[in-house]
């Protein structure tokens, strides 16, 4: 628009001078078209412009309204046109389980980003917004996405080429939907399975999870960040998340942080990681979110991260107890700490006017807040949001997609054990059983108990209204179809139905383990499987031959009845794709999943891991037995 009008004002002063020269009318439009340049061409638009030139053109050009906007993330819920207008916001969030409309389609969740774009483009300098999303197993948020198997299984597969594919089919669903910020991988070394996020967790130990960590990180952004197919990815949470007392969510991490919980983040950083999400917990009494030395003196000088710290949701108005009990001093701790992006999310003209003041008075210096909306500009410029601001159709719940998470899933499962002693192993099932088969139990048929937390809701919500997949009675019932086998589904057979019919069965697929859970409420003391599960597993497996197959997010109290089951098979949290667990229980592949937690014998030996001195696992770090595919 100035551009226009800057042309017809230079142009009317031309024809004002009748007498002009030929030469001196090409000056005048020489003059004319630097004046246009002047006003219309801007080197941060410019591709051709080195990176660090565009960053510090557009700085240069800020208000502090427009940088405190830049280092604002707010809700979706909030994010009207007018808001992003008037504070020029620059990231939105969409908080676990916050939808467009229940049941949305990616059509619906684009339709709403791109509303929201266009109003941050028609600002005075058209900065792009950040969308970011919880996309720890998926775009999880999105209803028929494909759900990918929790991190908890995913090490078991020790396979980095296979995270970083998922991490690049998780960077197309998330685009699908107009985000273009994945909140993954999660970095976290779970130290103790009591804690109710320990499946987000590759493994307790460090070096698998740097390795899994640094692989999704370059599938989601790519190995060189950028494009319309890749996704800003954030490492989380800094630092020593998994490592609480008795894995207490959000408590003081007691273990060694240099030594167990800072090596992903080593990896995560030479990988490029665009950016870091800030831990709940604390540290000798710190919380993190005001931790000066760990997030500025130590990864952003030390390590030399060149990305944004990102807080988590609250995670500021957390820094007093109560919560939000002194919300400036909040904000000048957090910022001061070297929180460059405030994931509000909701309280956002208390943060703005807040963070404004504190500039305004000399609390905090502009240096900070140049640093932080420089690093937060890199990423954008980086990601090539400029360029492309909108996201990509037909990518959500694709067919290729939900067949990388079968693999996934056939590869996360590991065999605990296969037939008792003295006896032929029970694994591989056959297809073509003389009689029936019978699957019980709370989990054969439930895709929300296989996807988990952090599925279209925060917690999860058990049944098969969530979303759209397999569970594992499907897979069950798709492997058996045409050879012959009756496939009975009986949730809770009990004592008595077992001794009339156990003659019908050639052999039982019981499948039991929690309900789905995500932080804080999935910390639990002591582990056992919730019933009717350990009767069921006594009822089923005294009367037939049986395998259970546990689909859990954590190493559960199994001990009492290893002895009663023929086989056991931990399947962790599979997500969408059930057939991956039928496909290797009836031997179309091995298997071949490693332990990548140790398996406890009772609650009272945590926290123990690989590598301590007592150590009496039940089944120890690195355990699986393989099978071989069955010819056909
Ligand atoms: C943001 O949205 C939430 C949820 O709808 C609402 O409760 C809150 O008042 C909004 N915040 C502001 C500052 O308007
Ligand atoms: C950790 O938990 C204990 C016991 O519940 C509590 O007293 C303490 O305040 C918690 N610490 C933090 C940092 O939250
Ligand atoms: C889910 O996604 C697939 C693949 O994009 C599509 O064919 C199907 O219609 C969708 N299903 C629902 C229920 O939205
Ligand atoms: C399934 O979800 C729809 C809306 O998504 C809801 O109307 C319906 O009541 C739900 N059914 C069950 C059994 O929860
Ligand atoms: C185990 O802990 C869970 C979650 O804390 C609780 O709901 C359950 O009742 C406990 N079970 C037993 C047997 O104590």
């Not at 919380?287 to 710290?309: D, I, S, Y």
């Not at 937390?453 to 919500?461: A, K």
């Not at 197959?549 to 794709?577: H, I, Q, S």
Request: aromatic fraction near 8%.
């Amino acid at each position: 628009m100035s551009s226009y009008r800057a042309m017809g004002v230079t142009g009317g002063r031309c024809r004002v001078n009748l007498l002009i020269t030929l030469f001196l009318m090409c000056v005048c439009i020489a003059t004319a078209a630097a004046t246009v340049a002047g006003a219309g061409y801007a080197k941060y638009r410019d591709p051709r412009q080195p990176l660090s030139r565009r960053i510090d053109d557009l700085l240069g050009r800020m208000t502090l309204a427009e940088k405190i906007g830049q280092m604002s993330q707010i809700e979706q819920a909030n994010a009207t046109a007018d808001v992003i207008k008037k504070y020029f916001i620059g990231s939105v969030v969409s908080g676990a389980g916050s939808v467009p409309a229940v049941k949305a389609p990616p059509e619906t969740w684009a339709k709403m980003v791109n509303g929201m774009q266009r109003a941050a483009l028609s600002t005075r300098l058209g900065v792009p917004i950040l969308f970011g999303i919880d996309a720890v197993h998926g775009a999880g948020n999105v209803y028929n996405a494909t759900i990918f198997p929790h991190n908890v299984g995913l090490g078991c597969t020790r396979d980095p080429k296979l995270a970083k594919e998922i991490g690049a089919a998780i960077a197309l669903e998330v685009r699908a939907t107009g985000f273009q910020y994945a909140f993954a991988p999660c970095a976290a070394v779970c130290r103790d399975p009591r804690w109710g996020r320990c499946y987000e967790s590759f493994s307790e130990d460090p070096e698998v999870v740097q390795g899994m960590v640094a692989a999704v990180i370059s599938g989601l952004q790519g190995d060189i960040p950028g494009g319309q197919r890749k996704v800003a990815a954030c490492a989380l949470h800094f630092v020593g998340d998994g490592g609480t007392m008795d894995g207490d969510n959000q408590n003081s991490t007691f273990h060694e942080l240099l030594r167990i919980h800072m090596p992903p983040y080593y990896s995560a950083v030479r990988q490029g990681v665009s950016t870091v999400m800030v831990s709940f917990t604390s540290w000798h009494g710190v919380k993190m979110h005001a931790n000066h030395f760990l997030l500025t003196e130590f990864l952003k000088t030390r390590l030399q991260f060149k990305g944004f710290v990102i807080s988590d949701w609250e995670g500021i108005d957390r820094i007093t107890t109560p919560a939000h009990a002194d919300y400036l001093l909040s904000i000048k701790l957090a910022i001061m700490a070297g929180i460059d992006m405030v994931m509000i999310p909701y309280t956002y003209t208390e943060f703005i006017d807040g963070l404004t003041k504190l500039v305004q008075n000399g609390h905090i210096p502009m240096s900070r807040i140049d640093d932080a909306v420089r690093r937060i500009l890199r990423v954008k410029l980086t990601m090539g949001l400029f360029e492309s601001p909108y996201g990509l159709a037909g990518e959500l719940g694709k067919k290729e997609h939900r067949e990388l998470a079968r693999e996934a899933v056939r590869r996360s499962l590991v065999l605990l054990k296969n037939g008792k002693a003295g006896d032929k192993p029970l694994l591989p099932l056959p297809k073509n059983a003389k009689g029936s088969i019978l699957v019980a139990g709370s989990h054969a048929d439930d895709l929300g108990s296989q996807c988990g937390g952090w599925t279209v809701t925060w917690q999860g919500v058990a049944g098969n209204n969530l979303t759209t997949g397999t569970t594992i009675l499907g897979g069950i019932r798709q492997a058996v179809q045409g050879h012959g086998t009756d496939v009975l589904y009986y949730e809770k057979p009990d004592a008595g139905f077992m001794r009339r019919n156990k003659a019908r069965f050639d052999y039982a697929v019981v499948v039991v383990g929690e309900p789905p859970y995500a932080e804080a409420f999935g910390d639990s003391l002591n582990l056992t499987i919730p019933p009717p599960g350990p009767s069921l597993i006594s009822d089923v497996c005294g009367s037939v031959r049986c395998v259970v197959v546990l689909v859990a997010g954590r190493p559960l109290f199994v001990e009492p009845f290893l002895d009663a089951v023929d086989a056991l098979v931990a399947a962790w949290l599979p997500g969408t794709e059930g057939q991956g667990v039928s496909d290797v229980l009836f031997g179309d592949y091995g298997f071949t999943g490693k332990l990548a937690r140790t398996w406890f014998r009772r609650v009272e030996q945590l926290p123990m891991n690989v590598g301590d001195e007592h150590y009496d696992p039940l089944f120890p770090f690195g355990f699986g037995l393989d099978t071989q595919p069955l010819k056909t």
